[in-house]
């Protein structure tokens, strides 16, 4: 049995390791899923409750990348579909999801939520 410490500090690498092998790799406006979701990997700690907020600066730097990428409506569903994938079960905590533009001062121009249809 390993240390609190330890198994906190391994708890997003093993998460975002997982998210990574459960996404499609189907390419959106030259990003993939597993793309999106590399750019997010500094948001492990946060979403997974193992950080307090706000998110670091990395991660942020991440989400105003992925923001940026949102240029249509296309590439908005894609990742909105690529998001939905995402297994709760694995500890990712949706509050701390949707809680990551208003931290890092970004509109995304979709929905955060598991219950969204992503094609309206």
Do not use: H, W
């Amino acid at each position: 049995m390993g240390s609190k410490t330890s198994d906190r500090q391994l708890a997003p690498k093993v998460l975002f390791f997982l998210l990574i092998m459960f996404m499609s790799s189907s390419i959106v406006n030259s990003i993939t899923c597993q793309g999106a979701l590399n750019v997010l990997l500094p948001c492990g700690p946060f979403v997974v409750f193992t950080a307090p907020p706000p998110p670091s600066e990395a991660c942020c730097l991440g989400v105003q990348t992925l923001g940026g990428k949102m240029t249509t409506m296309e590439v908005r569903i894609a990742l909105c579909k690529c998001c939905k994938n995402i297994p709760l079960a694995i500890g990712l905590k949706p509050e701390r999801v949707q809680e990551l533009p208003k931290y890092c001062k970004v509109n995304v121009n979709i929905p955060i939520d598991a219950k969204v249809d992503c094609n309206t």
